[in-house]
């Protein structure tokens, strides 16, 4: 198969994973037939794991967004007319942190994006076996 490239380099990561678990072949069917439950465990928590990601990064975001407000509103009078909003922006353009937070944001909710797409998979995986498993039960008779 075609390796693809990825700029996020965990969606690059969890794809691989996720192919090697959803791998079927005469071989392995039976052990993946007793393993459809714990493989789709493993990606559910994978999924809240990087969701819970999105959310620290978010109220770090909101953190350093709330210290510059406050910081530039107590440092300059100019700043203390302008709304929370407008100053929100002004750091947002000007701070390097935030920059660097809304990239991670940002790959982070590919990933998110990614993960769902995989659960779906995953849910339809129990599908598979069993037409596996079956197919091979004709086979035999």
Do not use: C, P
Not at 119 to 126: A, G, I, K, M
Request: aromatic share 6%; net charge neutral.
């Amino acid at each position: 198969m075609e390796e693809l490239e990825f700029d996020n380099e965990m969606i690059a990561k969890l794809g691989k994973e996720l192919m090697e678990d959803m791998q079927v072949n005469l071989m392995n069917v039976r052990d993946k037939s007793m393993t459809v439950s714990s493989i789709r465990a493993k990606w559910v928590m994978k999924y809240f794991k990087e969701k819970e990601i999105v959310r620290k990064l978010k109220d770090a975001k909101s953190t350093l967004l709330q210290k510059g407000v406050e910081g530039l509103q107590t440092t300059d009078t100019q700043f203390r007319n302008m709304s929370k909003i407008r100053l929100e922006e002004k750091i947002s353009k000007e701070s390097d942190k935030i920059k660097k937070i809304n990239e991670m944001l940002s790959k982070q909710n590919e990933v998110v994006q990614f993960m769902e797409y995989a659960l779906n998979v995953v849910s339809d995986f129990n599908f598979t076996v069993k037409h596996a498993l079956d197919a091979i039960k004709l086979e035999q008779t």
